[in-house]
């Protein structure tokens, strides 16, 4: 893991000065199952798309707040970044998504029994979301509410 003094002095002084929300206390919810009978699905800021999607907008003032449906057979080859953030290297998960988005595992752990079985649909944002206002008000509800429509026990987030 890096640190923060590898950062560039622009981004240190930036990051020192960004507004940064506390939500306190934390919402959760506890599970109500065993892990071994539950359905997870991934929720990835990694910015991966399927070509056949519409790519996340690098531009859009604030991040884009927008999310990619990927279905549990999707193939992890096919997947696109397009990530605005320039400060990781994007090689590792270009090469293997997994990296970001671990879907081949999460199938791995349903079929050893550790977890129920793997959801029929997940999640792809982009990550450096600087206005989350949009993500919070509207957005997350809106994934939320699918994750309900496909009976999700549990959500892995997976941040980038």
């Known amino acids: 893991m890096g640190s923060f ?19 306190d206390p934390v919402p959760n919810a506890p599970l109500r199952k065993p892990l071994s009978e539950c359905r997870v699905a991934l929720v990835s800021s990694a910015g991966f798309f ?18 990619r449906e990927l279905s549990a057979d999707t193939d992890l080859s096919l997947l696109l970044n397009n990530h605005r953030s320039k400060l990781f290297d994007h090689t590792g998960m ?7 988005f671990p879907l ?14 793997v ?11 600087l206005a989350p206002k ?3 008000s509207e957005t997350a509800p809106q ?16 941040p980038v």
């Open 94 to 100: 270009e090469a293997d998504p997994n990296l970001a």
């Open 104 to 117: 081949h595992r999460l199938h791995e752990l349903a079929e050893a029994g550790v977890i129920g079985e």
């Open 134 to 136: 949009k993500l919070i």
């Open 5 to 23: 003094s590898e950062f560039p002095a622009a981004w240190r002084l930036y990051l020192r000065a960004y507004p940064w929300h506390r939500i």
């Open 50 to 67: 399927r070509p056949d999607q519409t790519p996340f907008d690098p531009k859009a003032r604030g991040g884009d707040v927008t999310f």
């Open 143 to 158: 994934a939320a509410e699918l994750f309900v429509e496909d009976q999700v026990d549990l959500a892995l987030l997976v």
């Open 119 to 129: 959801a029929p649909r997940h999640l792809s944002f982009m990550g450096s979301i």
